[in-house]
Nanobody, 123 residues
């Protein structure tokens, strides 16, 4: 049984940092594309960052502020978020999938999802 469990969300002030964790069981993170998506109230779930085949991918709005990484020994994926802005407020979801380069940003390409963790940034 595959499980993805996110943690690390919270309420912070603009300019602060948070590190989200996604602890995975039932699959090995280095054999899958791993990604973070986020969903703000009233909006669709959108791509944030992904790690696939040694490469990282980011949406333009977080590039230079967020970093996705993996700890293979812990089978865990992280999202380090710096210089947070109010527009980063959302529920953040971890995802795993057998993606290819052209689909790393595509929500439907990921077959496994966590339950989400809330990030709220106050201005």
């Amino acid at each position: 049984q595959v499980q993805l469990v996110e943690s690390g969300g919270g309420l912070v002030q603009a300019g602060s940092s948070l590190r989200l964790s996604c602890t995975v069981s039932g699959l090995t993170v280095n054999q899958y594309g791993m990604a973070w998506f986020r969903q703000a109230p009233g909006e669709d779930r959108k791509f944030v960052a992904a790690y696939k085949g040694g490469s990282t991918y980011y949406v333009d709005s977080v590039r230079g502020r967020f970093t996705i990484s993996r700890d293979l020994a812990k089978n865990t994926v992280y999202l380090q978020m710096n210089a947070l802005k109010s527009e980063d407020t959302a529920v953040y979801y971890c995802a795993a999938g057998r993606v290819i380069t052209s689909t790393v940003r595509t929500k439907s390409a990921y077959g496994y999802w966590g339950q989400g963790t809330q990030v709220t940034v106050s201005s």
